[in-house]
T-cell receptor
Framework: GIQVEQSPPDLILQEGANSTLRCNFS?????LQWFHQNPWGQLINLFY???GTKQNGRLSATTVATERYSLLYISSSQTTDSGVYFC????????????FGKGTKLTVNP | NAGVTQTPKFRVLKTGQSMTLLCAQD?????MYWYRQDPGMGLRLIHY???????AKGEVPDGYNVSRLKKQNFLLGLESAAPSQTSVYFC?????????????FGQGTRLTVV
């Protein structure tokens, strides 16, 4: 089945720093989402981005579907950005499963 | 606008007991999913449904059963709970509309089996 790999697994930042999280996937996809799991366990939709670039405030994401990767950029990080960031993909070709990577745990220190 | 609602939020079971987790969505989505989340494992798919009356196995289906009698509800059952089923369970739903397939998640159910 499809492999979804996220890097780095852990990231520690000082408040105000910028960061880039990466998601690689092994097959063609027609859906890619980024989620933030906050310290209370809630999964928050960040981006639905099967291709191209989107921005929402300090966060932006880029998916290059032909090269099978997506990047999540966090600028001017805040302590509230702490948590785990997941990417999830849905395959082309009939399977309806949404497959998750194992996540990047981000800690932003004041 | 409730979105995806899971019931209950927390539960403690004794080994061998049974229970049902309820997922309800008010977005008229066709697809619904049950995932479990364990430390270091990300989210793994248990079962899913592509429409009312249909279910299919995911990555880790053993020990679970599901039913989708109504489009808005997806039930996850544990017939005889085991400590290995201690986990956080998430339900999700997704619509299929002109290729747009964004998924939305419930708030999770924390289950402990002792």
């Amino acid at each position: 089945g499809i492999q979804v790999e996220q890097s780095p697994p852990d990231l520690i930042l000082q408040e105000g720093a910028n960061s880039t999280l990466r998601c690689n996937f092994s097959d063609s996809v027609n859906n890619l989402q980024w989620f933030h799991q906050n310290p209370w366990g809630q999964l928050i939709n960040l981006f639905y981005i099967p291709s191209g670039t989107k921005q929402n405030g300090r966060l932006s994401a880029t998916t290059v579907a032909t090269e099978r990767y997506s990047l999540l950029y966090i600028s001017s990080s805040q302590t509230t950005d702490s948590g785990v960031y997941f990417c999830a993909v849905h395959l082309w070709g009939g399977s309806e499963k949404l497959v998750f990577g194992k996540g990047t745990k981000l800690t932003v220190n004041p | 606008n409730a979105g995806v609602t899971q019931t209950p939020k927390f539960r403690v079971l004794k080994t061998g007991q049974s229970m049902t987790l309820l997922c309800a969505q008010d977005m008229n989505h066709e697809y619904m999913y049950w995932y479990r989340q364990d430390p270091g494992m990300g989210l793994r798919l248990i079962h899913y449904s592509v429409g009312e009356g249909t279910t299919a196995k995911g990555e880790v289906p053993d020990g679970y059963n599901v039913s989708r009698l109504k489009k808005q509800n997806f039930l996850l059952g544990l017939e005889s709970a085991a400590p290995s089923q201690t986990s956080v369970y998430f339900c999700a739903s997704r619509r299929i509309e002109q290729g747009f397939t964004e998924a939305f998640f419930g708030q999770g159910t924390r289950l402990t089996v002792v």
